[in-house]
């Protein structure tokens, strides 16, 4: 059994508002994270968000706003998404097991901020921005603002995140989105990194963006990396170099541990792969 | 609050508090034992019932959640003495050992093939990963869900 006190499953955001005001209740959405760590945790009062549907997707002029209940099955189906927003379906499809594809939800990935959430290095490429309401004001942070640390965010404990809104990429982009796990299905990351690669019509990066998840203490941009990349052409020097470059970040800012010596070349040889699909364009341009 | 959802096709209400876990009101109130607890954190699948069709881990959903909605379980899956597919593929092919896990493996497999009718071994691996064995290394199980696959499509071939 969990230790709930109060659980109150509401029809409207305006409810569901009313009753976050008081700032003593705990939204759930899908429970992947929630329900295993409520356990043995002494009473909470429960929000159940699954009447709200905060599962649309909807496409605007020049975004695309995904319902924070979306759930990760949903966004490996859903075509607006799988089209315009590649690497985030890629992300999604590869967290956890079906079971928990079918139940764990975007927005609860983006507030348990877990180092190692898979769609964050995702919505990180694409200037993802939550948006965030409570009962008198509505506001909105970009999703690298948005996660302050591990299992840290700036949400306030009378706010529920409705959506995501994510900004598709200019064409022609490539992308790839790589993870790292223990073992190939079920998987915690040990490392995720998500490519982007704006070309200029002569075959050289434009831009380019590139988030790695799981490296730091907080999953973000490598703007080092990125800037390394602009206005080159794709070799495998280049991404050689961009490779050692993250490795290098990775101990600047993270330090050496005990897993250092495994993950310096490893990161180092993700991006170079990682670059590599993308410039290959083999997984699929957006 | 009452609690109104459909358990194996049949219309069911309960009273209940809305935060107790589905495992608990299966196995507790309704004596539907055939679902296993395992981990209870989601990892092992022994706990697996379909949601409106989908696998999820009953021991992550609270009973509110599945307000309006459908679950099937192992004891729904039979039609009265006749054996699903899969379940006749499991006991054909040895895929049971311990057992423990198989009610939650067989719902994974009847989903995975009423969505995809003849998955290759990548499909089946990336569908059923999210059910632990820890007897039997998958193989038998692999060729169950193989087997079942072949009777399935034959069945359809024949009603058509
Ligand atoms: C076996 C297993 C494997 C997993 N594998 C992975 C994996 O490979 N990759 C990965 O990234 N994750 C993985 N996870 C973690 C988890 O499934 C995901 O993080 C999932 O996206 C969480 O979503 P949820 O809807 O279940 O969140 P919940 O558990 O419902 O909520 C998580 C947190 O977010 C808050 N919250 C949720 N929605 C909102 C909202 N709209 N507004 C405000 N607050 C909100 C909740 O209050 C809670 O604090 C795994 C979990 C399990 C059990």
Not at chain 1, 127 to 138: E, M
Not at chain 2, 133 to 139: H, V
Request: one cysteine or more; glycine letters at 8%; a positive charge.
């Amino acid at each position: 059994m969990i230790d709930v006190t109060t659980y109150i499953r509401p029809g409207s955001l305006e409810e569901a508002l009313d009753v976050l005001a008081s700032g003593e209740f705990t939204p759930l959405a899908g429970g992947t994270d929630l329900i295993p760590h409520a356990r043995g945790r002494g009473p909470r009062k429960m929000l159940d968000l699954s009447g709200l549907s905060l599962d649309r997707v909807t496409r605007t002029a020049s975004s695309i706003e995904v319902g924070a209940c979306a759930t990760h099955s949903e966004l490996c189906r859903d075509a607006v998404v799988t089209k315009a927003l590649p690497l985030l379906s890629k992300a999604a499809a590869l967290v956890g097991t079906k079971q928990v594809r079918n139940r764990g939800t975007l927005g609860g990935n983006v507030v348990n901020a877990s180092p190692c959430a898979d769609t964050v290095p995702a919505l990180l490429n694409h200037d993802a921005v939550a948006v965030l309401v409570s009962k008198d004001a509505r506001r909105k942070v970009p999703v690298e603002a948005f996660i302050t640390g591990p299992y840290a965010t700036c949400i306030g404990p009378n706010e529920l995140l409705t959506s995501i809104v994510c900004e598709p990429l200019e064409k022609p982009t490539f992308v790839s989105f790589l993870k790292l796990g223990r073992r190939q299905a079920v998987n915690i990351s040990r490392m995720s990194l998500a490519v982007c690669l704006m070309m200029d019509g002569k075959g050289s990066i434009k831009g380019a963006r590139v988030s790695a998840g799981a490296v730091f203490p907080v999953a973000r941009r490598m703007r080092e990396v990125e800037r390394l990349l602009a206005g080159e052409s794709p070799s495998k020097r280049l991404f050689a170099e961009a490779g050692a470059l993250a490795a290098q970040l990775m101990v600047k800012e993270s330090g050496v541990r005990w897993s250092t010596p495994y993950k310096r070349p490893v990161l180092a040889a993700l991006l170079e792969r990682a670059l590599a699909e993308a410039a290959s364009g083999n997984f699929g341009e957006q | 609050m009452k609690l109104k959802f459909t358990v194996n096709r049949r219309a069911t209400t309960l009273e209940v508090t809305g935060a107790e876990r589905v495992i608990d009101l299966l196995r507790e109130r309704l004596g539907l034992v055939g679902t296993k607890e395992g981990c209870g954190k989601g990892e092992c699948g022994a706990c697996t019932v379909l949601l409106d069709g989908s696998p999820v881990c009953s021991c992550l959903l609270l009973s509110s959640q599945v307000a309006g909605r459908e679950i099937t379980t192992i004891e729904g899956l039979s039609e009265g003495e006749s054996l699903h597919p899969v379940q006749a593929a499991f006991a054909e092919t040895g895929a049971v050992q311990c057992g423990f896990c198989t009610p939650g493996l067989v719902l994974s497999s009847a989903a995975l093939l009423a969505d995809i009718p003849a998955p290759s071994r990548e499909q089946m691996k990336r569908a059923l990963a999210g059910n632990l064995c820890r007897c039997t290394g998958y193989q038998k199980i692999f060729e169950a869900v193989e087997l079942a696959s072949r009777n399935m499509r034959r069945e359809k071939r024949r009603r058509r």
